[in-house]
């Protein structure tokens, strides 16, 4: 077969190579465009999140990470909303004077509940105030010493955000400020959604924002 029957197909092959060493660069230069491949903690906002589309939507609501700081931008809009700055994470956030309750199903989350309810028993406050400053070391420093569980997370009550020194002391209950909590192990898979739907929930609210568990 003479040179010029087979330069087509030559050209062909070349050309198929050049397209797929291209796509290959492109995945490599956008890993985040992997469906799921993502965390929420890789990302310093919501709307960084959002454009990425490459985390979990646990609620299926087409918005991602909503537990994450804005800017924010829901699903469709082409511009990020809030203005929130590193020196002022809780910009646009608002401070009622009532007791925030703050739902989360028993069914869902029955260690969570029995937690709780221990700890409400032991008199460990039921009116918790948000309190974000400091909460990873509050945290550290209660578990330090607590033993750990393969499958299992130690649940904190008052949660971390929920206690410690705020615009407003803790009502009820002992140790009503500082770092202390009960600590009891849940499964991880329960712990965590808790903690992500919680964090959702309290997202809007200030420091010093009073709020309490209820259970449907």
């Known amino acids: 077969m003479s040179s010029t029957e087979t330069a087509p197909e030559a050209s062909s092959t070349e050309s198929k190579a050049a397209a ?3 796509a290959e ?3 490599a230069a956008n890993p985040v465009t992997v469906a799921g491949s993502g965390r929420c903690s890789d990302f310093s906002n919501q709307a960084a999140a959002q454009r990425a589309a ?8 087409g918005v991602y990470c909503e537990s994450l700081p804005c800017p924010c931008l829901k699903k469709g809009a082409s511009k990020p909303t809030g203005t929130a700055s590193p020196s002022n994470p809780e910009a646009g956030c608002v401070k009622p004077s009532a007791v925030q309750q703050v ?3 028993a069914t869902k989350y029955p260690n969570i509940r029995r937690h709780f309810l221990k700890a409400i028993r032991s008199g460990w406050p039921a009116t918790l105030v948000v309190d974000r400053r400091g909460t990873d070391a509050r945290r550290k420093r209660l ?3 607590v033993a ?3 499958g299992y997370d130690r649940d904190e009550y008052p949660p971390a955000m929920g206690r410690g020194r705020g615009s407003e002391a803790l009502t009820r209950g002992a140790n009503p400020v500082g770092w202390m909590a009960s600590v009891m192990l849940v499964p991880s898979s329960e712990n965590r959604s808790h903690g992500s739907v919680m964090g959702i929930k309290l997202r809007r609210f200030c420091s010093g924002t009073r709020f309490s568990y209820r259970f449907y």
């Open 143 to 145: 578990l330090a010493n």
């Open 103 to 105: 739902g989360f199903s």
């Open 25 to 27: 660069t492109a995945t």
């Open 148 to 150: 750990t569980k393969d």
């Open 20 to 22: 797929s060493t291209a």
């Open 54 to 61: 490459n985390t979990r939507d646990g609620d299926g609501d």
